[in-house]
């Protein structure tokens, strides 16, 4: 079973079954979470793109810079073991395209859409690896029959080892809502774009729906179309303290209930479990102008990039024999 299904699971069973309240922004979130996928961050929903930002004790990952930069996992992991000058040529590579304007700096908005283009590559990336993982017979689709076999080592949905596993049937039965309505050609089989869709929702609007209605259905015990404060905070509210409490109440008020009703519904209910990638964008942006800004002028010359280089790329000079890789060749894209 991979990581991402892993923490997938166990974060939908966190926001769902109420076995906890709800999951503290450490990031914003993760995705790109970035929910269920390799988590960037801690979201309080249940869809999380990416590795957490912060960690449990409030430290910098500094993984996500590198990953929200260089917009691979892979590309993250072979700069880790570069020495600084290799990374620092490849970083300058990488900033030429970087600047739109082609004026010798990265200015906020060309670092947020360069950021945004990593997030989508990420997402890209991981649901190709998924997909190649699952798909037994390299078709290049994955049928339900193999998703369950690499997911949750079972042979279908109603597998006797499956019967005592009542949360396990309740994720499956979610997973194959989900899956329905990835498969768009109605084939029984997901193809390399709809397992893109199946496995980051959150980064699909015609898929957001369904995670509406998964999460009314969940979290909504007393059936009337939204979600109060009790509600929210799930079965856990009665174990937490009163400093927590009005934390969470304080989240709910500003951050999620817009039209101040005292309940959210639609928009707001995504906006809770859904990350905003966008907001992700922000903060990154704010956190690498704040580290590399030497001048204070609201512009990133490629100079102080460069002289930064281990916050946006990282680099190691240890065992430079062993870790150097083949200078990859960007695409256009690139």
């Not at 190691?316 to 960007?330: K, P, S, V």
Request: a negative charge; charged letters at 35%; aromatic letters at 8%.
């Amino acid at each position: 079973m991979h990581t991402y299904i892993i923490v997938f699971s166990i974060l939908i069973n966190c926001i769902f079954f109420g076995n906890g309240a709800v999951m503290h922004k450490s990031f914003s979130h993760g995705h790109h979470e970035h929910n269920n996928l390799n988590q960037e961050r801690e979201s309080d929903g249940a869809y999380s793109p990416r590795e957490p930002h912060y960690n449990d004790e409030g430290h910098h990952n500094s993984e996500f810079d590198h990953e929200a930069i260089l917009g691979s996992t892979k590309e993250a992991e072979e700069y880790d073991h570069l020495p600084p000058e290799e990374a620092k040529r490849r970083l300058e590579i990488l900033l030429t395209k970087m600047d739109i304007s082609k004026d010798g700096f990265i200015d906020r908005n060309e670092l947020k859409a360069w950021i945004m283009r990593s997030f989508r590559m990420l997402s890209e990336e991981e649901a190709i690896e998924k997909l190649e993982d699952a798909d037994e017979d390299n078709d290049g689709k994955v049928s339900w029959s193999e998703y369950l076999s690499d997911t949750y080592g079972v042979n279908s949905d109603q597998d006797d080892s499956l019967r005592f596993h009542e949360e396990s049937l309740h994720l499956i039965s979610e997973d194959k809502e989900m899956w329905q309505a990835a498969d768009k050609d109605h084939d029984g089989l997901l193809n390399e774009t709809e397992f893109q869709a199946f496995s980051n929702p959150e980064e699909h609007p015609d898929m957001l729906p369904i995670i509406l209605n998964q999460t009314l259905r969940n979290k909504d015990t007393d059936k009337d179309g939204a979600i109060s404060f009790q509600e929210f905070v799930g079965d856990k509210g009665a174990d937490l303290n009163k400093e927590a409490l009005v934390s969470e109440k304080h989240k709910f008020d500003v951050e999620y209930d817009k039209d101040k009703d005292g309940k959210l519904m639609g928009q707001e209910i995504l906006s809770w479990i859904v990350p905003s990638n966008e907001e992700i964008a922000d903060e990154e942006v704010i956190h690498l102008f704040a580290h590399s800004d030497d001048d204070h002028d609201d512009l990133l010359s490629f100079q102080e990039v460069l002289d930064h280089h281990e916050t946006f790329v990282g680099s190691e000079a240890t065992d430079y024999g062993d870790h150097l890789h083949n200078i990859h060749q960007f695409n256009d894209e690139l």
